[in-house]
Nanobody, 122 residues
Framework: QVQLVESGGGLVQAGGSLRLSCSSSGSIRRINAMGWYRQGPGKQREAVARILSGGVTTYLDSVKGRFTISRDDAKNTVYLQMNSLKPEDTAVYYC????????????????WGQGTQVTVSS
């Protein structure tokens, strides 16, 4: 089985920082992309940041310059450094991993973490 373990969420004042981490384990053999998504209250889930195997990154426009996504291939871990946090960043943040997994045969798979709450106060 594949497990995604997320950590780093919490309560922070506006202007503060948090660092989220997500580690994958199990049948994943090659990760093509890892990313962070979020869903705020009354809103749809949106992509916050993604990083491909080659290191190319993409960001939601509203977080550019404030958030940085990175990965540690040796640990199968993706990080999201969040600086200058704003109340509108309040959401449940979900880790996503896409790649190849051994599920009887090699298959392209897409896994989600259970989410970690980030709350930014004024």
């Amino acid at each position: 089985q594949v497990q995604l373990v997320e950590s780093g969420g919490g309560l922070v004042q506006a202007g503060g920082s948090l660092r989220l981490s997500c580690s994958s384990s199990g049948s994943i053999r090659r990760i093509n992309a890892m990313g962070w998504y979020r869903q705020g209250p009354g809103k749809q889930r949106e992509a916050v940041a993604r990083i491909l195997s080659g290191g190319v990154t993409t960001y939601l426009d509203s977080v550019k310059g404030r958030f940085t996504i990175s990965r540690d291939d040796a640990k199968n871990t993706v990080y999201l450094q969040m600086n200058s946090l704003k109340p509108e960043d309040t959401a449940v943040y979900y880790c996503n991993v896409a790649g190849w997994a051994d599920v009887g045969e090699m298959r392209l798979v897409d896994y989600w973490g259970q989410g970690t709450q980030v709350t930014v106060s004024s």
